[in-house]
């Protein structure tokens, strides 16, 4: 069963331009909503992250959106450079973490 | 300060072998999680071990184990390798088990052959 549903699975977006990342999640016993950023031969490095109690967070060009009713949350990089492109995870967690399945990002100069 | 710091950072192994990973948490860090990574998909839960017991396990097969010692390092250990057992091993650790960021390292490859 998975429990997180993440879409787009590639995503192309020119410099400057919004990276939008969507989750969906299905155990709503999750109490932490993570964003991970990954580099090729990296470990997955935390981006930003949020509770169910709150339905924005913002960190500079990073911005999540929580909608606890829908079950969703997203990821927008605002500003989006060529240093963005990397594979973003998203996660849900009531002790272990569950990923989605990632999205590869592509910004292209 | 020094993140999490996992050795070797890669092996090569054949069918049936044993390996054994490491992992140093961050400083501080009580909780150690272990994640299976296989190419193009995003890290599978192993195992959370947190002040030295288990406090989770994955659907990961017995051939899986791990331990977690005093000064909070940890251990994973995988029996009878199969093929299938190729992926990125990553350690993560946090304070706490629940409902703290997790912080990775960057990993063991362990290639089977």
């Known amino acids: 069963q998975q429990q997180v549903k993440q879409s787009p699975q590639s995503l192309i977006v020119q410099k400057g331009g919004i990276s939008i990342i969507n989750c969906a999640y299905e155990?709503?016993?999750?109490?932490?909503f993570p964003w991970y950023q990954q580099f090729p031969g990296k470990g997955p490095a935390l981006l930003i992250a949020?509770?169910?109690?709150?339905s924005e967070k913002k960190e500079g060009r990073f911005t999540i959106s929580f909608n606890k009713s829908a079950k969703q949350f997203s990821l927008h990089i605002m500003d989006s450079q060529p240093g963005d492109s990397a594979t973003y995870f998203c996660?849900?967690?009531?002790?272990?973490?569950?990923f989605g399945k990632g999205t590869k990002l592509s910004v292209k100069p | 300060d020094a993140g999490v710091t996992q050795s070797p950072t890669h092996l090569i192994k054949t069918r049936g072998q044993h390996v054994t990973l490491r992992c140093s948490p961050i400083?501080?860090?009580?909780?150690v999680s272990w994640y299976q990574q296989v190419l193009g998909q995003g890290p599978q839960f192993i195992f959370q071990?947190?002040?030295?017991?288990?406090?989770g396990r994955g659907n990961f097969p017995d051939r899986f184990s791990a331990r977690q010692f005093p000064n909070y390092s940890s251990e994973l250990n995988v029996n009878a390798l199969l093929l299938g057992d190729s992926a990125l091993y990553l350690c993560?650790?946090?304070?706490?088990?629940?409902?703290?960021?997790?912080?990775f390292g960057d990993g063991t490859r362990l290639s089977i052959l």
């Open positions: 400083s501080g860090h009580k909780s």
């Open positions: 155990n709503t016993a999750f109490d932490y």
């Open positions: 949020i509770r169910p109690d709150v």
């Open positions: 996660g849900g967690s009531q002790g272990n973490l569950i």
């Open positions: 071990y947190y002040e030295k017991e288990e406090r």
């Open positions: 993560a650790s946090s304070f706490r088990p629940q409902g703290q960021p997790q912080h």
